[in-house]
């Protein structure tokens, strides 16, 4: 096996000084506030004993008990979360502002772990990118615009809808190809290698998620690259992630994550590891929602990003 684990890959510095791409100007706005009202129907919530966002004891939660093995990874109330929300993908100030802002970080870091000191305009030309749970395509656009051959795959239809029509109106991205299916019926069917896959912000809401991993693993190309973003399961996570931004700030609607859901990076990589998949950098990340800005930190406990390579045999 040509790749192995590499230790201590991690470093924070090369991640710092990762240059920004050029984004639309509608992709920097201010984040609005929480306000009186949220916060008092979030008391509300806590005196009603809303059961929605107490946090089981983080102790007791073990992987397997979180985890029926499902024969699908899709979880049919997660996706029907999405299709509510499809009308909102490109609202640069609605519930996918995060998402947005997040491409600041996400896609230098995609750009600059497949094709490191690259500065061409586009880097990744020839390069087939497979984003998975693409959603309304806010990652596979600029992926696209990159050079990449991009496929979005998304098991509601409702964001494949928006994100073929939203892709279509730019000459560098009308060519992205989006399929409505979950990742294992496309693994099946599809009969295509990738170089990289994406699964950004979508593990948190699949069932099985070691099927989803290998799905993805057996779409790559030996020594090809998956690239995941997605939350910790840890106290900070379960206060930050679903009280702070659900309850109290209003970022996200309230049930938009199930903290349960949640994987530890190792859990991850373990996962990865029995799908043939070497893990090269695991970073946290952070989100300052007054600046509606993401950055990259040594701390892993709320968001983090994790780069694994497939095994070449
Ligand atoms: C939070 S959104 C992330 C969208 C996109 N990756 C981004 O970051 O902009 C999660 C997406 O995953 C999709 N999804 C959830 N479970 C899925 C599954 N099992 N297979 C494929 N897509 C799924 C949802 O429909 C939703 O569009």
Redesign the pocket.
Same mark, same amino acid.
């Given at each position: 096996m040509a790749c192995s684990r590499v230790p201590g890959m991690f470093n924070l510095r090369n991640l710092s000084s990762f240059p920004s791409i050029i984004l639309p100007a509608n992709y920097i706005s201010v984040a609005k506030f929480s306000s009186l009202t949220t916060f008092k129907s979030y008391k509300n919530n806590i005196n009603a004993k809303s059961c929605d966002i107490l946090k089981p004891n983080v102790f007791d939660v073990s992987l397997e008990m979180n985890r029926k093995a499902s024969n +699908?990874? @899709? &979880?049919q109330a997660? !996706?029907d979360k999405?299709?509510k929300m499809a009308g909102d993908w490109w609202n640069p100030d609605g519930v %996918?502002k995060p /998402?947005h802002s @997040?491409n600041k970080v996400r896609v230098p870091f995609v750009r600059d772990r497949l094709v490191p000191g690259n500065n061409s305009a586009q880097p990744l030309k020839g390069l087939n990118i497979l984003? !998975?749970? %693409?959603?309304?395509g806010? /990652?596979s656009e600029p992926l696209a615009r990159l050079g990449a051959n991009v496929t979005g !795959?998304? #098991? %509601?239809k409702e &964001?494949i809808e928006i994100a073929k029509f939203h892709s279509s109106k730019d000459i560098l991205t009308k060519d992205t190809n989006f399929i409505c +299916?979950?990742?294992e019926e496309y693994a099946e069917t599809s009969g295509i290698k990738f170089d990289a896959v994406v #699964? +950004?912000?979508?593990i948190e809401? !699949?069932?099985n998620p070691q099927l989803?991993i290998t799905s993805m693993s057996s779409l790559l190309k030996d020594g090809g690259d998956l690239f995941i973003t997605t939350l910790n399961r840890t106290t900070r996570s379960w206060l930050l992630a679903i009280v702070g931004a659900e309850y109290v700030a209003g970022m996200l609607p309230k049930g938009t994550h199930n903290w349960e859901k949640f994987l530890k990076p190792e859990e991850i990589e373990e996962m990865c590891e029995k799908a043939g998949l070497g893990t090269r950098m695991v970073s946290g990340m952070t989100y300052i929602p007054v600046v509606n800005k993401w950055m990259w930190i040594p701390d892993k406990s709320v968001n983090f990003a994790l780069h694994a390579s497939k095994y070449i045999n």
């Open positions: +699908s990874t @899709m &979880n997660e !996706v999405f299709a %996918c /998402l @997040m984003d !998975v749970g %693409c959603g309304g806010i /990652l !795959v998304d #098991a %509601c &964001n +299916s979950t990742i #699964a +950004s912000e979508i809401h !699949v069932d989803f």
